[in-house]
């Protein structure tokens, strides 16, 4: 069975700051990991996705993310917030079985309000 | 390309009644996946259809709810008959065949039960 853990449901930052959403795995498998975005009142966007290449991953929006298997975890950071990146994170995990993509493991999600 | 598409946005109906939920995928994605958003909890997996067989249907709630992609083309989602427990927002989403194409999202379809 697969999990994530993403802890906290709010995070704050001031524009300009870092931002850092840390989400953890279970996987008794490699696994494969996504961050997605959802803006309000719009579908999931897709972040990032690690799929066993390099490890630091880089996003869309100046996102990027490190798997890190001996900690099983693969943070969301930002170096600097801007006003446009307040929206809902989630952090997924999936694995490939017969070839074919399979379901998403979703975390609960953390919402990242922005403050001018 | 035009994205997934959902129909409708939003849904209310009262407890007893049917629903039936639209999801267009991307053209050409063999993959589509139905999940479901309960107020408060995390997006939870529901099925996933490879063209029009049902390649793994293990969350799907109960017999009240039935999936259909007749013809591997777009799936609707019936809820028959709806129960308080299922209101939330239903998410459909599609990828490619086998080459680790991320799942792309539709809007959404929010559903109240009354």
């Known amino acids: 069975a697969q999990s994530v853990t993403q802890l906290g449901s709010h995070v704050s930052v001031s524009e300009g700051a870092l931002v850092l959403l840390r989400c953890n795995y279970s996987?008794?498998?490699?696994?494969?990991l996504f961050w997605y975005v959802q803006y309000p009142n719009q579908g999931l966007q897709l972040l990032l996705k690690y799929t066993s290449a390099a490890t630091l991953v880089k996003g869309i929006n100046g996102f990027e993310a490190e798997f890190k298997k001996s900690e099983t975890s693969f943070h969301l950071t930002k170096p600097s917030a801007h006003m446009s990146d307040a929206a809902e994170y989630f952090c997924a995990v999936s694995r490939l079985i017969s070839g074919a993509n399979s379901k998403l493991t979703f975390g609960k999600g953390i919402t990242l309000s922005v403050r001018p | 390309e035009a994205g997934v598409t959902q129909f409708p946005s939003h849904s209310v109906i009262e407890k007893g009644q049917t629903v039936t939920l639209r999801c267009d995928p991307i053209?050409?994605?063999?993959?589509l996946y139905w999940y479901r958003r309960v107020m408060g909890k995390e997006i939870k997996f529901l099925l996933h259809f490879v063209k029009e067989s049902k390649q793994d249907e293990s969350g799907m709630p109960n017999n009240r709810f039935l999936a259909e992609r007749t013809g591997g083309t777009y799936s609707t989602l019936k809820v028959q008959p709806a129960e308080l427990e299922d209101s939330g927002v239903y998410f459909c989403?599609?990828?490619?065949?086998?080459?680790?194409?991320?799942?792309?999202f539709g809007d959404g379809t929010r559903l109240s039960i009354l």
């Open positions: 989403a599609s990828s490619q065949g086998t080459n680790w194409g991320p799942q792309h």
């Open positions: 996987s008794s498998v490699p696994p494969y």
């Open positions: 053209s050409g994605h063999d993959n």
